[in-house]
């Protein structure tokens, strides 16, 4: 609240407007009360030990209002800001004002969209989300080849603990470890949502095809799936990812083999306000070439579904991409089976569904979490005692073990 | 090989998922934790005029179980949905963390077990739990 713009003004009225408490000692060099944003046609100098009278502060404020960005610089139509850290916009015991038309977004599962270096306050009534968490990958592990039918050699990355879980979703904020007196305002019609977990991958016996995990809310990609119809010699050749030498791997997105050796199929995340979505192919009229289109069919509004592996020897299908739609609406599947309503997409706030059964050598994998919630496990049979699991879910506010004050009278998905 | 799933759990013998099913009513009853967070604060501190609180660290299933009433309000929020709640009187807490284990026991469908010997080709087939009674869990009043 800024101070009075006439008549009496003192120096405990412009101490506490700095985020000083009443009645405490304070003087007008202190940096606090000179980091001061001075009203339209006023000017605070901000030199220590400069020049400065109390009317300089008639109208003066401790919050700094965030821009908006140039529409040049716009995603999907959305005001933006990529990664900030409050630093850059306010002194120590200020206060940053995030204005209701813009995103604070993050595209790093591991960097939050806004991060607190500094004790100050955020008033947000915008919109702070974290990125999702990929889908797990249905990726055969190189060099293991197809299980012989009957010889019980189901270790192509059907037994491998830890093949194809979702990987967690990233947080919104967070709070910088040491840094305290921090307080976070989440004001009515704001959100902090923290990136959804990807799904877990399917792992079916005999294990020759996988389906990849649902991608996070917060615009994750689905993961790959893998499968003799469509990736696997791509698979089974060199670059890809080796277990035993470089762990788990994530794919950089979804990928799906076609049947007729057309061009892939790729899964992406969405963009601000936008459903993940995939590219298809279709023959164009004239027989000659592959035309590619953009296609949101089962794209996540939040959270994207899993999907269901074929059966043995049949094409692979990849997760498909989460979203960044606040709140967003469930998203079902492909039907196969009784997997539509099953491995559904998350909805905000609401975990991926689980991966089931869908006959025989087919199951299906989870689908990705909504804001703030983890993602669904993928379906593996029962060989093994536990199931690819689903990321976890991201924190809306990840604090690092500090205390800070909070208030909400919006909407916060996640941990705080 | 394992014939039975149970909570995403696979199991060898019907025998094994009984078990499971008793254990998980159990946790279902006595460990909030399972499923959610909660964190108590008892001091508003104001900034802009603006009231907010310091939550402390989780509570412990027993503290959930049995709220002291030495916090003033609580901030409780779920580990695998984006429920998130603050401000919360004690008397609403059990309710919120009631919702959440709702939530939390029809993601997990602990009403239900798959039997996966079936031929090939067929879906495996789904029973519904019988030693114990599981179907108060997974609905929210």
Known sequence: ?416 | MSRYIYAEVAYETIEEVEAAVTAMKARLDNNPTDWCVVKGANTPVTVNGIVGYQYGDPLSDADINALSSSDTVYNAFSINDGYNFTELAESSVAEKVRLMRASYANWLNVTKYLDTQVEEGEQFIVHEVANEDMSSYVIYE
């Open chain 1, 1 to 416: 609240m800024a101070l009075q713009t006439s008549g009496a003004i003192s120096l405990n009225d412009i101490h506490v407007e700095a985020g000083g408490t009443t009645g405490t000692q304070a003087s007008m060099n202190d940096t606090d009360i000179r980091g001061l944003t001075a009203a339209a046609g006023r000017t605070i100098n901000s030199t220590a030990g400069g020049a400065t009278d109390f009317s300089d502060y008639y109208g003066a404020t401790s919050e700094t209002e965030l821009d908006l960005p140039s529409s040049g610089t716009n995603i999907n139509g959305q005001s933006q800001l990529q990664e900030i850290t409050a630093s850059t916009y306010v002194s120590s015991g200020g206060t940053l004002v995030i204005p209701s038309s813009l995103w604070i977004w993050s595209d790093s599962r591991t960097t939050a969209a806004l991060v607190v270096d500094i004790p100050c306050t955020i008033k947000n009534y915008g919109k702070i989300i974290g990125k999702g968490g990929q889908g797990g990958s249905g990726l055969r592990i190189k060099n293991l080849g197809h299980p012989a039918p009957g010889s019980g050699n189901y270790n192509s990355g059907y037994n491998t603990t830890n093949l194809g879980t979702g990987s967690d979703g990233g947080p919104a904020i967070k709070i910088n470890s040491g840094v305290s007196n921090v307080t976070i305002q989440n004001m009515s019609g704001g959100y902090i949502a923290g990136g959804g977990g990807g799904g877990g991958s399917s792992h079916v016996e005999p294990n020759n095809t996988g389906a990849g995990g649902g991608g996070g809310a917060g615009g994750a990609d689905g993961g790959v799936g893998h499968g003799p119809g469509g990736l696997q010699n791509i698979l089974n050749g060199s670059g890809w990812p080796n277990l035993t030498t470089q762990g788990v791997q994530y794919s950089e997105f979804g990928l799906i083999g076609t049947n007729n050796g057309g061009a892939p199929k790729v899964r992406f995340g969405g963009e601000l306000n936008e459903r993940g979505w995939r590219i298809t192919t279709s023959l164009h009229s004239s027989g000659g070439y592959y035309v590619w289109s953009k296609n949101y069919d089962y794209g996540g509004n939040a959270g994207g579904p899993g999907a269901p592996s074929a059966g043995e020897d049949q094409g692979p299908r990849a997760g498909y991409a989460g979203g960044r739609i606040l709140p967003g609406a469930r998203v079902n599947s492909i039907n196969y089976g009784s997997t539509a309503t099953v491995c559904y997409g998350g909805a905000g706030g609401e975990a991926g569904g689980n991966g089931n059964s869908t006959g025989g050598h087919s199951g299906s994998s989870g689908g990705g979490g909504g804001w703030g919630s983890a993602g669904g496990r993928g379906h593996r049979g029962a060989s093994v005692s536990t199931q690819c699991q689903g990321g976890n879910a991201g924190k809306a506010v990840d604090d690092s073990g500090v205390s800070y004050t909070l208030s909400n009278s919006g909407t916060i998905y996640g941990g705080t």
